[in-house]
């Protein structure tokens, strides 16, 4: 194919790629329609030592899986290790943080709006307040 970039001319053939039809079968606007993929790229796959029901297995780049042979050993006894303990007993160290600065600034605002009662002379107020700190302590 004959191109032209600013005056200059030169010739391009565009990489062919190998196509194939899938096996995969869609419908489009109720007409049958088939999907083409690229044959010669390869998809990576991940390599790793994965589990399934117990039995251990590889993958490998190409997609291919192998069996990994294990050695018997002894059985080994079941053990039960509270992993949620750790988690729980620093949820609640947290709660109880929280709760104890909850309670320390609920009294410094009941503080605040004493003073502010003595300021006006507001006695009857003070002492609604004065109930009110009775009853936190």
């Known amino acids: 194919m004959k191109l032209c970039y600013r005056g200059v001319e ?33 998809f990576p796959q991940p390599e790793a030592n994965l589990t399934y029901r117990g039995t251990p297995y590889h993958t490998t780049r190409q997609g291919a899986i192998e069996a990994v042979v294990q050695v018997n050993k002894a059985p ?38 004493m003073q502010v009662a003595q300021a006006k002379g507001d006695d009857r107020l003070l002492r609604q307040l004065e109930d009110e700190m009775h009853q936190y302590a």
Not at 81 to 91: G, L, N, T, Y
């Open 76 to 113: 080994q006894q079941a053990q039960f290790k509270p992993v949620f303990d750790s988690m729980a007993a620093a949820r609640r160290s947290l709660l109880q943080e929280a709760a104890d600065m909850h309670q320390a600034n609920m009294k410094r605002s009941l503080e605040r709006r």
């Open 10 to 42: 030169y010739d391009y053939t565009p990489p062919a790629l190998e196509v194939s039809e899938s096996e995969m079968l869609g419908h489009y606007r109720g007409r049958p329609l088939h999907f083409s993929y690229v044959r010669h790229v390869p």
